[in-house]
């Protein structure tokens, strides 16, 4: 892991021991330096930390806390294993093809071993808010963790989200309206206030059009998932925002291009930035954007 030129951030590897899992799991722990009151902090989680080396997402999130874009932040890349399929399902619903069976003991795991591990290998007693965030799978992961722990968490960052997952497959009396697993578990769900989401998608995620409407899956099944929150009363910009790239692809580089974007829309209000700062926030995203 390259950490040269970092000038506000330290990052160090942790094997977390988890019980849940029966395994040690993996975590890059991305921690802002010279906080002096712990309690700043808020917390955010990623899946698949194993690809945020590549994106590069360490000098992403030094420059913007080195400049005062965004609020003192810590950041946990936790890494998968050959069982990423089964951990980032859904945790009270398995998938047409049985994958899934760990995913409660993944959530298990954060909730009970990993964030206490956090609070106690670095002071931090309680933490402004928590986050948790994920791609592709892993973004599925995130939001079923988010739904299942609202009290816990209060926003959650999607990045081309496998929100295709679903109980019966394609050519087996699949139907849109039915058997989508998230879909169908915030449907039958109840609004939680102070819960806030955050959807990326990429034109170019993949060429899938299950029902032939010009529209690729993974923006078809994120927008059908937008609109299920919002009958639940989650109102767009004010709870929800929904980025789409036009030139955005299924892979770590146009989820590491979109990230910065994120990172701004949750915490760049959580600060004393300046007008000067606040400005910069814009022409960052639209950069990203192009």
């Known amino acids: 892991m390259l950490l040269q030129n970092l000038s506000t951030i330290l990052v160090e590897q942790r094997a977390v021991a988890s019980l849940h899992l029966n395994r040690y799991v993996i975590a ?8 002096s009151d712990p309690s700043e902090l808020s917390l955010l989680i990623i899946n698949d930390g194993q690809d945020l080396e ?14 005062g874009q965004i609020a003192p932040l810590l950041c946990v890349g936790l890494h998968c294993n050959k069982y990423r ?10 998938d047409y093809a049985g994958r899934g069976k760990r995913s409660k003991a993944y959530q298990q795991f954060i909730v009970d ?3 206490p591990f956090l609070h106690k290998e670095y002071r931090v007693d309680a933490f402004q808010e928590k986050a948790i965030a994920g791609f592709s799978l892993g973004g599925l992961s995130a939001l079923d963790t988010a739904w299942n722990h609202p009290g816990l968490f209060s926003t ?5 989200g496998s929100f295709w997952w679903r109980s019966k497959d394609v050519g087996e009396g699949y139907d849109d309206n039915q058997h989508r697993i998230m879909h169908q578990q915030i449907r039958n769900g109840e609004h939680q206030p102070n819960l806030r989401f955050y959807f990326m998608t990429g034109s170019q995620d993949e060429t899938a059009d299950r029902n032939n409407n010009g529209i690729i899956d993974s923006i078809d099944d994120t927008l059908d998932l937008i ?8 109102k767009q910009e004010q709870d929800i925002r929904y980025v789409n790239y036009e030139n955005g692809r299924h892979d770590v580089q146009s989820w590491g291009k979109a990230m910065p974007a994120f990172l701004l829309w949750a915490w760049s209000g959580k600060n004393n930035g300046t007008d000067e700062q606040r400005t910069l926030n814009v022409e960052v995203t639209n950069d990203i954007a192009q």
């Open 113 to 115: 071993e990993l964030i």
């Open 156 to 160: 959650v960052g999607v990045f081309s």
């Open 227 to 234: 609109k299920e929150l919002e009958r639940l009363g989650y």
């Open 28 to 35: 890059d722990v991305y921690l802002p330096k010279n906080i």
């Open 85 to 94: 399929r089964d951990e980032y399902g859904t945790a009270n619903v398995l």
């Open 54 to 67: 590549d994106m590069p997402f360490a000098p992403t999130l030094d420059g913007l806390l080195s400049s």
